[in-house]
């Protein structure tokens, strides 16, 4: 009855409170799952968001993100190299383009970008337009509205910045920056004119109360495009010994943050290469769009798997812009 008495409730405007979300939470699993999908298909239809990334510069990052195998702190065996140059951005954006795939993210590691590889960054995403039809994503770090700016008249039309987790829990993760400074650089580049795509992850050991923490953030921050990273433990990071989530656990994180975002395009990214089905019935329980192929450090799944999948669940591909 609560299920459906907020299912209602939203179809009318009505904006979940914090203590709704909580009570979700203990429902039951699959008529929470099913309310999410009708939910999905009333406010978003059967349009799916498919983007791809591209590791554009890779570690020796001075953050010290607890998960991440890019961090100068911890010891991951991973590929380390500088920006990538044009011709190797551009080569993956016209394969990727070709493939189906209606949004590339340049994703680099690091706190910022000097102004040096602003431009050289700048100069692949013109000449990516050039190439290929394709919007161009990028996730640059903590960049100030200038540098958005020329990012944007370059042809980027939306920045990626992940919050990861609710304020509150943040600090259990990561200490060299803030939720206040990531807020700092979405508004920034929100000044620019920028799109804004941002979400977290979960698995890291956070509380549902902290996941719907994020949600509201998040919601508070009119955010469109919502990234759910699943946690991968990657061997040499802090987290490494992290237990997994159970998938009914993450289910459930979807449906509630479908609830909550009514309208958002909620993206399953990393992680996803460990679900037992890819996702699937996290696309039948309120999740609408996808990062597809490899991530940043770990394997993905193949676009053409992810064509096949998105349809099999009754999908079409588009921008959810």
Do not use: W
């Not at 960054?121 to 996730?139: G, M, N, P, Q």
């Not at 909620?266 to 679900?275: E, P, Q």
């Not at 192929?293 to 993905?300: E, Q, R, S, V």
């Amino acid at each position: 009855m609560l299920v459906t008495k907020l299912e209602e409730k939203i179809y009318q405007g009505y904006l979940l409170s914090r203590e709704d979300a909580l009570l979700l939470n203990s429902t039951s699993l699959e008529d929470l799952c099913e309310t999410a999908n009708r939910i999905r298909m009333h406010f978003c239809g059967n349009r799916f968001d498919i983007c791809t990334i591209i590791n554009g510069k890779s570690g020796r990052c001075p953050e010290d993100c607890r998960y991440c195998a890019q961090s100068s702190h911890y010891h991951a065996a991973i590929e380390e190299y500088p920006l990538l140059d044009a011709d190797a951005l551009v080569k993956q954006a016209v394969y990727n383009a070709h493939q189906g795939v209606l949004r590339y993210s340049i994703v680099t590691s690091g706190r910022t970008l000097c102004n040096a590889e602003i431009s050289s960054l700048c100069e692949a995403v013109r000449k990516i337009h050039d190439a290929c039809e394709i919007e161009v994503c990028v996730s640059v770090g903590l960049l100030n509205e200038d540098q958005y700016q020329s990012l944007l008249k370059a042809g980027a039309s939306r920045v990626h910045n992940n919050l990861e987790a609710s304020e509150n829990f943040f600090p259990n993760i990561c200490t060299t920056h803030t939720t206040a400074d990531k807020i700092a650089a979405i508004k920034a580049a929100r000044a620019a004119g920028m799109q804004i795509c941002s979400g977290g992850i979960i698995g890291l050991g956070e509380t549902m109360e902290d996941r719907i923490d994020l949600a509201l953030t998040l919601r508070e921050l009119d955010i469109h495009s919502i990234p759910v990273n699943v946690l991968n433990p990657i061997p040499g990071t802090p987290l490494e010994h992290q237990p997994p989530l159970a998938y009914s656990e993450i289910l459930r994180t979807i449906a509630i943050f479908r609830f909550l975002l009514p309208k958002a395009a909620i993206r399953l990214a990393g992680g996803r290469g460990l679900m037992p089905d890819q996702g699937k019935a996290c696309f039948l329980s309120g999740a609408n769009a996808a990062i597809s192929g490899d991530m940043l450090t770990t394997n993905g799944i193949t676009i053409e798997k992810d064509l096949k999948l998105i349809a099999e669940c009754g999908y079409i591909p588009g921008l959810s812009d």
